[in-house]
C-alpha cells in the first residue's frame, strides 16, 4: 500500500488530488516547536529565506535552482512545488521567475496528480539516476507511474516521478554501495568517459550517460 497524503500547501486551494509521500511531507513541514533549538519548520525556513531573497533582488533577473541527493531531493522537489503552488515566483512580477530542481539519486515523491501539477505549474525538473541505485526506485515499487487498471493508470494511488530523467549505469563489485554515492554521480557527469566498463582488479562501471528527452 502507498503512503501517499494530500499535499495541502496552499490553504487557499488545497488540491486534494495532489499527493506527495506523508514520509516526506511531515519531514518538510514539521515544527518541533517544544525544542529551545528550533527555529521553525524546514519549509518555514526556506520559505522566508527566498522570500527574503527575492523582496531584496526584486528588481533583477531572477532564477530559483534547487538541488538535493537522496531524500535531500525530495525536499528540494517539494519546495519548488511549493513556490510555484503559492504564487512566490510571480508575485510583483511580469512573468514567473524561473524554476528548477537538479535531483540526484531522488526517490519518487508524489503521484501522478502531483507530477502534472509541477509541470502545469512550469517546474523543471532533470532527475540524474543510476540505473542500480534501488533509491530511485522507491517508494512504489509496485505502485507506480507503470502500474495499470483496466488498460488505464492508477493515478491516485500509485507514485510518479517528475521530469526529465539523466540515466547514468555504474556499478563498483568491490563497493555496491557505490551506486546511491553522490561524489560518483558527480565524478561520472564531469567525466563521462569514466562509464566505460573497465575490469581492473574486478571494478566494473557500466556505459556512462544515456540522456532521454528534452531539458
Not at 518541533?32 to 522570500?51: H, K, T, V, Y
Amino acid at each position: 500500500m502507498s503512503a501517499l497524503a494530500p499535499a495541502r500547501l496552499d490553504p487557499h486551494d488545497p488540491r486534494p488530488d495532489v499527493k506527495v509521500e506523508s514520509g516526506f511531507l511531515s519531514l518538510y513541514t514539521s515544527d518541533e516547536s517544544a525544542s529551545r533549538f528550533s527555529q521553525g519548520s524546514c519549509r518555514e525556513q526556506l520559505l522566508g529565506e527566498l522570500s527574503r531573497i527575492i523582496t531584496k533582488h526584486r528588481d533583477e533577473e531572477l532564477s530559483i535552482t534547487l538541488a538535493g541527493h537522496s531524500m535531500g531531493s525530495s525536499l528540494a522537489l517539494l519546495f519548488g512545488y511549493d513556490i510555484a503552488e503559492l504564487g512566490l515566483n510571480r508575485s510583483g512580477r511580469k512573468s514567473a521567475i524561473p524554476t528548477t530542481v537538479y535531483s540526484f539519486a531522488g526517490p519518487r515523491v508524489g503521484n501522478l496528480g502531483f507530477k502534472e501539477r509541477c509541470e502545469r505549474l512550469g517546474v523543471k525538473v532533470l532527475r540524474i539516476v543510476n540505473i542500480h541505485d534501488p533509491v530511485t526506485k522507491l517508494p512504489g515499487v509496485f505502485l507506480n507511474e507503470n502500474f495499470r487498471v483496466l488498460g488505464g493508470p492508477w493515478s491516485c494511488s500509485c507514485y510518479a516521478h517528475v521530469g526529465i530523467e539523466l540515466a547514468l549505469d555504474f556499478f563498483k563489485v568491490r563497493n555496491p554501495a557505490c551506486v546511491h554515492d553522490l561524489e560518483t554521480y558527480i565524478r561520472l557527469l564531469k567525466c563521462p568517459k569514466l562509464g566505460k566498463i573497465e575490469k581492473n582488479h574486478g571494478d566494473q562501471f557500466g556505459q556512462g550517460v544515456d540522456e532521454e528527452g528534452e531539458f
